[in-house]
């Protein structure tokens, strides 16, 4: 039978979706670009005439000039024609690039059997530890006059010392994922490092997902040491890489 990949619209695919987030099971990095206009295409996926998955490709955003490959589903009964699937998903789509984690077993197992110039973008952590009690403030930080919060989503903090200077900021955008998962993102000012405020930050924020039924995770770059530090002293441990790779023309 023939095997063919036609553009479609994302109400075409949703069902879809709903089974590729299902299989998954996991934080989904790339899961809000579908629904930003003018960031995503769909395909549909065929053998002969019968609908089998669906793909998609990045084509707004970073992805402007370098559309890029982030989605593909394909049913288990149809899998035994995944390669061929896949390339007839590229003819049609013309992309450049792949952008996959790496616990997305589908599409790294394309990205490793037809692209090249493999690179992990990012670390991708989950949460694997309970919060700490938001009152174990580290030893060493001066005293929190406040810490202030806005939730359900985003969640926010910001932490002063009684002088009113401003310590770090931590934020969590818990949109970025598939619900319920919620994406942590801490940053502290470079005078306040190295005394445990990061990962008393990353606790609290950790604390405060759960609280609005957000699943906490991260993602740090694989060379940032520090960062990586930080997210594992919180309890996050490493489960995944954001990989991009280079598609031949």
Not at 41 to 63: C, D, K, N, Q
Not at 178 to 183: A, M
Not at 200 to 226: M, T
């Amino acid at each position: 039978m023939q095997l063919a990949a036609a553009s479609a619209p994302l109400e075409a695919i949703l069902a879809w979706r709903d089974l590729y987030r299902q299989e998954m099971n996991c934080q989904i990095i790339h899961d809000s670009i579908h629904a930003r206009p003018g960031w995503s295409r769909e395909y549909m996926l065929h053998v002969g005439e019968t609908p089998v998955g669906y793909g998609s490709v990045a084509i707004g955003g970073p992805w402007k000039n370098e559309p890029a490959i982030y989605e593909f589903y394909v049913l288990p009964q149809f899998r035994s024609r995944l390669f061929d699937l896949f390339l007839a998903f590229v003819a049609a789509a013309q992309a450049q690039k792949i952008e996959t984690q790496s616990n997305d077993p589908l599409l790294t197992n394309m990205l490793h059997a037809f692209a090249k110039n493999v690179a992990s973008e990012s670390i991708l952590f989950h949460d694997r530890s309970p919060p700490l009690s938001p009152r174990r403030t580290p030893a060493s930080a001066p005293p929190p006059s406040s810490i202030s919060r806005t939730f359900p989503s985003p969640i926010s903090l910001l932490m002063e010392s009684s002088n009113t200077t401003t310590l770090p900021q931590a934020k969590a955008a818990s949109s970025h994922y598939n619900r319920p998962y919620g994406d942590i993102y801490m940053e502290v000012g470079e005078t306040f490092r190295r005394r445990g405020l990061g990962s008393f930050l990353v606790q609290e924020l950790k604390r405060v997902c759960y609280v609005q039924g957000s699943i906490p995770s991260a993602r740090c770059h694989p060379n940032n040491i520090a960062s990586r530090a930080t997210l594992q002293k919180a309890g996050f441990v490493p489960c995944g890489h954001i990989l991009t790779a280079t598609l031949p023309a």
